[in-house]
């Protein structure tokens, strides 16, 4: 189970960020310190939050933001045995990506796992590899796993089945950094293809000046 610390934590940053259970789509997307611009998606330029990470890829390899400068990177916190939200997001990113032709190659997909303990190596590679070969599954210990989630504000929460297993409630939505490795936009769950495509290229441009 979950300390009252971890859980007090968690629950504050989910006033700020969309909540699924896989199932249902999130709430209110987080709020920056700057006014939305021209994306379509939640603008969060100069957020303060989202700034760092350190996890373990399916390759055994650590892995850091700032190995995936030069990209826009797209990164959404999700579970292998996800029913709908996550497959869903990720079969849309390679979508995405196809329809940026040549420059699909600029955009890097990251899967960081809340659900390490059913999330092993070989699962995250299998998951990940069957929707796009590119895409980098991320996962940690437990105590990373609850550091990474409280620097972006995200929640997750596991919820028992009637089965005795448990599934995991958690944040619908993803963060979108541009090529120089800053956060710039939170991506609600359900936004439409064509409009994250189109921020992409707009990231994508603003980096070739």
Known sequence: MY???????LLAGLAALSLAACDKPGA????????????????ITGANYARKL????????????????????????GFT??????????????EVRKRLGADGERLQGVFVSVDPERDTPEVLKAYLQNMD????GLRGSLAQTEATA???????????????????????????FDPEG?????????????DLTADIRQLLAQAKH
């Open 150 to 176: 409280q620097e972006f504000k995200v929640f997750y929460q596991k919820v028992p089945t009637k089965n005795g297993s448990y599934t995991m409630d958690h944040t619908a939505g993803a963060f979108v």
């Open 3 to 9: 300390s009252s610390t971890r859980r007090k934590v």
């Open 182 to 194: 800053q956060v710039r936009l939170f991506v609600r769950y359900g936004m439409k293809v064509e």
């Open 54 to 77: 350190s996890l373990t890829d399916y390759n055994g390899k650590p892995r850091q933001l700032a190995d995936f400068k030069g990209k826009v990177l797209f990164v959404f916190f």
């Open 133 to 136: 070969p590119s895409f980098v």
């Open 81 to 94: 045995q996800c029913p709908d939200v996550c497959p869903t997001t990720m079969a849309e990113l390679a």
């Open 28 to 43: 209110p997307a987080p709020k920056a310190d700057t006014p939305q611009a021209k994306f379509n998606a939640v603008d």
